[in-house]
């Protein structure tokens, strides 16, 4: 899994029926210090996660789990909504 | 699940049967800016897609689920049009 | 799936038995202009592709439908040659 | 799978039912100087792996079949404590 | 698939039950000229790879077919010895 920002929402009238009902969450990959990394990806919510949130996302047949729908085009989902990262910092760039 | 533009076609007389009948669109990543991002990769299209538009697609067993060819050789697929992009920008470079 | 053209063959007398009988070509990743991409991978001709020429490749359990070795550790396959890329130019760099 | 070292951990109360139970480690990927490379991802584990040490984790399906739930919304995950790496440095820049 | 070089083995006391008995190799990524390509990976042997030989990888549920554990933790997997890359050098950066 990983960890990124709900930036925004992605709005799709015509689509894949499968896709009726689900959010589709525009997710920023960001880094331990909540930086920025890469491009976003549309994520299906199934946590109720808000815009600006920090969260944890799954990718791959994962994601269709996660949706509780196996046999949808669904790749990629949000799982989780951190509260918390402890992270030690000295560990970060330790030989 | 990832955003890109349609920007062209690929032809290919010689392939697995399975692919018999599906478009191949040539889909071009693009950023929330609509800039492309990457190299262009080859998606079956599943809902009427044209050149020029910005589409979702998706990768891996979620494409053949959007096919509803799970038996196929397919990897990639087009599962929505993009409406719009309601994108939060004070949150893109947030710390 | 993405394209790619066939640069070579790759000789591997002791393998996995699942692959006896697969050719096994090296592809190098290309562009839409053709131009070279990354790495080239090794992937199972399924389509009776020639050295030199274009084609279309899926990579995954797509790879495993493309040869119909659903049992097999075959990752990487060749599903099509490629006759035309239609390509339309005005839209690669749109904003 | 690939090496990594446990940096932290996260806390998320709001997340899938499927996850409860699962600890959440902060993983950064190394190389075989055990310096950091690329991004941290979030990794189940599943051998009791603690702040600090080498491990080796996995991807996609295969994370689901350590954490031994099959279907669950896990795509990473912890499967081994490293002890040693036997590195023969002269192979490494090897042409 | 993919070409690396057998660089030297990760040994683990205390890892997933289902990896006793395979053997962990550090793979590195190489090209067609056997130059080192990105960082090494841990594969799980299943062709008695040694230390320096040139191999074929295979990645994700493929390497659980290779490996024949298909419940698993393996996501990489030597599946086979190189004895010999045929490559067209003029099609390389062909355009």
Redesign the interface.
């Known amino acids: ?3 990124g ?12 029926e ?2 009726i009902g689900c959010k ?1 969450m ?1 997710t ?2 960001v ?7 890469g ?5 299906v919510d ?3 996660a808000g ?2 949130e920090l969260i ?1 996302y ?9 949706a509780e729908k196996l ?7 949000i ?10 910092r000295d ?5």
């Open positions: 899994m990983n960890i920002r709900v930036i925004g929402t992605v709005v799709a009238t015509r689509k894949d499968r896709l589709l525009l920023q990959p880094n331990v210090n909540e930086e920025t990394v491009e976003p990806l549309v994520a199934t946590v109720g815009i600006g944890i799954t990718k791959g047949t994962a994601a269709r789990h996660a046999q949808s085009p669904i790749d990629a989902a799982i989780g909504i951190v509260d918390n990262i402890d992270l030690y560990l970060t760039n330790k030989k």
